[in-house]
């Protein structure tokens, strides 16, 4: 199984009225079979840019941009697997009394995932079906089903719960949904966020954004699910993980400057 | 500048029908003037309890209580300083391009902490105000007069904003309500939950609960405001901090057991 | 299988010319089948005791002695499983290509334990022998034959190479020893000390003094290892982890106070 | 103040009988003055390389070689400030009570650094001058004067003992000498290597390698001495800290591939 060559990036095009402190999370994070190459960042006109790591150990950019317009840009090559993501229908739920210490976090509510409020619609739905990865496959699959993917539907302020009653989201309110309901059920979930090649899908998916999907904890470690395209893909490269959007997002400014654009880019590169 | 000798402790009653694994936060945190003396902590019938510590480094105890009826109890004496908590009106904001790396979270919004939403309200309030410690004064003044103490008036589902708007709540809603505040001006502004013993209050307060009170980031420290009580205090001894108390619960029970009684106590020890 | 109730504790009294900053390891460290019932920790004359985490994890005090005598105190009462500690002749060693990232660490030399040095002579004896637990337990074997028991025959410089060739050690050069043998052959080895009671041990052991054993990464695990005893043991409590003995001392002070006496016990109460 | 900008890389080709894992440490660490503009990093024949950050939170990348001839390169392009680093001779030295906790590590022994070996001499030399920056930079005079450069003069296990009385080391047996004396005086020290480019400096100094130099924590904060060249120099770039070599190599393989080349290069890239 051989491995294949990926070009992923984004640009960013702020016009800024002051200089705006600003925290970027859009590298690619390490992981086992994901290998970066090479990584470019750059913003112009040039100024400072530092890299720390968050809460969650996600990398993070720091850099203040200067009064005007200014654009910042970053680019990796990765190598990423010629496979499909793994699946084990018959991974295990974990009962929280024997969850890792730093597991158990992802059981509980946080902002915009809130298994509290939706834990009597989650038990009706899911509380019969037999524990399991395929339980879980099951809330994903209602998720992927209940809400229609429509982009302006919800907002940055918007809930699980929102989005549970208004049947619209984007990709993250998929997510937050889902693990919602896993959550209800004491069983783990976090989020996710980063680019998604389109590595054989036919068609090819509508003009790249960052995606956002989840994680699950069964057995002994963390399995990818995709309630937006609920199909297992290729080429997956996680930017940031945490227990929502509001843990990872990809652009923090601390003012108020203009986006004037942003692109994301995540393609195979041919030989 | 003597010390004085303080008895902190909780019990837990539960009653549950199935083993229900748990988590107590209710440990005092190292702090550079608490010592702690002695410490105890038992469950009856006796199993196995666990200490470890969470994402903010916090020290909780794992346990699973069993079926039936459980008693849980922690203990503990610790020296605290003959002197009120310290202050300084010079100390200055700083600028997110200034705070440190592991500081910039607290200016984000969080579960019950939402200064995105309350950020109109914060500007037309304080923005005018000159920054610095006073500013964070003026917000901890505002918000313990518009809300008014009572117990029952929110849920644990409240947010920031819904008690603005109510204007009752429980010193964990005038914590969340003047961190919102405070991180709409950009200002780092965390939770913080412990004991807080009636050391030289005249006369002593309510029958003892767990406090909750605030810690905001200025100069290069962190310090602690109250604004539900909005006076300097001798001898808090912190169990917990995090973005809001969705981060650091007393208690976090995996199943639905009755809470029989719950009782915490802070008192002086004297010669 | 019950538990059983062990009372650890140590007493150290000093006589300091000046106030002498110092730390104290000494306390019980969490462990899943290890519960802490209790814990007392006092300094007479009394002054401020504050705890925090070295790089390891393990749980430290910080105090300032003051000048004059002074006496400082640690008990705990722990409950500990009534089985004998748990081996698996069949673990497998894993090569370094699949230890985790933080296991890497184990298998390079350090102050007391120098592999480097140690590697011909390891490969000799032990690099024919198959792999795994069996062989590590052959290590074990030979260092408990191979060193004499003797106190003072080592001091706070000797290192693993010194009492290779002298035949003579304490616990802890016993553990600097097999440890080196077994990161020469790219097995990850810790260095663990901590509260040995004699449980069932006939006879009882000599008057009681921390004990220092190690831990050997193989399967997905660390195992318990002791090349001063080479038994299985029960109650074993431990205070502290590092790469050897440098990394974790019971106490540490900056000056030269002298140390008038110093007394540990681990002891089960009976009901 | 401008920045200027700097390339800097390394190559490493081995030749392997056998797959041997290996981990590189030779990226940029980030730094608040310093800007990593884009970053590559290689592996011919192509294999996984995968990043993971260790104890002390150095960025590391873990690869299995493969068996015959691998080629490893890293290549990136920083800023650093157009300025010599900066010095404060009226900074004080702090006391072990005051010393943050994660700082107290630093004034402990470690592998090569043997401030306990070397007290009387660092005492008798060095206790009567006034402490404070000025005391530190006569340590690290005094190195500088009594190591003569030479490559070859000392081994992998040579230790700041060992290079005292020969007299003889290359750059990192200078900083643990240097990190020695000022931890025997309780002042954190700990060794620090990178890429050195020859800015500004006349001549150019010798075919490149990673230069070692160390840092001291005075005040309330870390500061860059160089016991190998004694000048404050323009646009160091830090990859590693730890307490001493053992903590920071650029390359551990596990196995004995024969090192063919190995290039390190930093050099200003001119507009």
Redesign the interface.
Known sequence: MG?RRVRIGCEFIYDAAI?T?T?FQVQAN?????????????IRP??????????Y?NPCL?V?LPAGTSTFRYQAEV?VPDATEDADTDAPEI???SLP??V??Y?????YC?P??LADESWARFGAVPPGYRRVQKIIDHVHEHLRFSYGSSS??STAVDVNTSGYGVCRDFAHLAISFCRAL?IPARYVFGYLPDLDVQPAAEPMDFAAWMEVWLGDRWWTFDPRNNVRRKGRVVVGRGRDA?DVAMA?T?GGPRLESMVVHAEEVLP
């Open positions: 491995d200089r402190p925290v390490d992981a086992p079979r994901v290998t970066v190459v090479s990584e470019q960042r750059s040039e100024v400072g840019l530092r890299g720390y790591r968050d809460l150990d720091r203040v190598l009962t929280p009394e210490d730093e158990l976090l059981t509980l509510p946080s902002r809130l509290d409020v940055a302020q004491n509001s923090t601390f």
